[in-house]
């Protein structure tokens, strides 16, 4: 599986657009790129996936570049409730869906 | 809305004694997980479990820790002997298909090992 990189923390105004980076340079072909999120020592919760195309559903977008080396999870209008840790994780098709967190991403949407 | 529940939401124990987490995972779900997380630290993979039996577990989940899924909607993980190191949030997660399909998860239960 890829090894992702974050950024460790990012603030974001309510009401804004939250742009969340994620760089996997070693994604392999077969690698889909998914996004979880863990809301104060909830369980995760799925946001969303994709492989090279760019995605949308009523959580988020998710944008991959071209050469697939890094991505982006936008939240469109970010409120206080999703102030949460951002996981970016690569997960190989037919792996048996084992999910590998890394530090992910501390987001705080402030008012 | 479906959801994944697990009890207790709470469990403390005594070092070396044996403990047993419980979990109902979405009812038509057919892939199972344990995860653990000690405080502060990450979420850690331990065991997925389908067609009753382990599919992969990780370094952490040895000897000491077993699943099971003993009826239609239960899936439990034992954890013999605890250790003080084996105080963290356990949870379990399901999901319908192995890959594609997003991984529901509980909202835990926090193990103390005294």
């Known amino acids: 599986d890829a090894k992702t990189t974050q950024p460790p923390s990012m603030d974001c105004a309510e009401g804004r657009a939250a742009n969340l980076p994620c760089n996997h340079s070693?994604?392999?072909?077969?690698?889909?790129v998914y996004w979880y999120r863990q809301i104060h020592s909830q369980g995760p919760q799925y946001i969303i996936h994709?492989?090279?195309n760019n995605e949308t559903n009523e959580m988020a977008s998710l944008i991959i570049t071209e050469d697939r080396k890094s991505s982006t999870l936008i939240l469109p209008h970010a409120t206080l409730r999703d102030t949460a840790v951002y996981y970016c994780i690569g997960l190989v098709y037919n792996q048996g869906g084992k999910l590998i967190f890394g530090q992910g991403t501390e987001l705080s949407v402030k008012p | 809305e479906p959801e994944v529940t697990q009890t207790p939401s709470h469990q403390v124990t005594q070092m070396g004694q044996e403990v047993i987490l419980r979990c109902v995972p979405i009812s038509n779900h057919l892939y199972f997980y344990w995860y653990r997380q000690i405080l502060g630290q990450k979420v850690e993979f331990l065991v997925s479990?389908?067609?009753?039996?382990?599919?992969?577990k990780s370094e952490i989940f040895d000897d000491q820790f077993s699943v099971e899924r003993p009826d239609g909607s239960n899936f439990t993980l034992k954890i013999r002997s605890t250790k003080l190191e084996d105080s963290a949030m356990y949870f379990c997660?399901?999901?319908?298909?192995?890959?594609?399909?997003?991984?529901?998860f509980g909202p835990g239960t926090r193990l103390t090992v005294l």
């Open positions: 070693t994604i392999s072909g077969n690698e889909y």
């Open positions: 994709g492989l090279k």
């Open positions: 479990f389908y067609n009753n039996e382990i599919s992969e």
């Open positions: 997660a399901s999901s319908y298909s192995g890959f594609f399909n997003e991984q529901f």
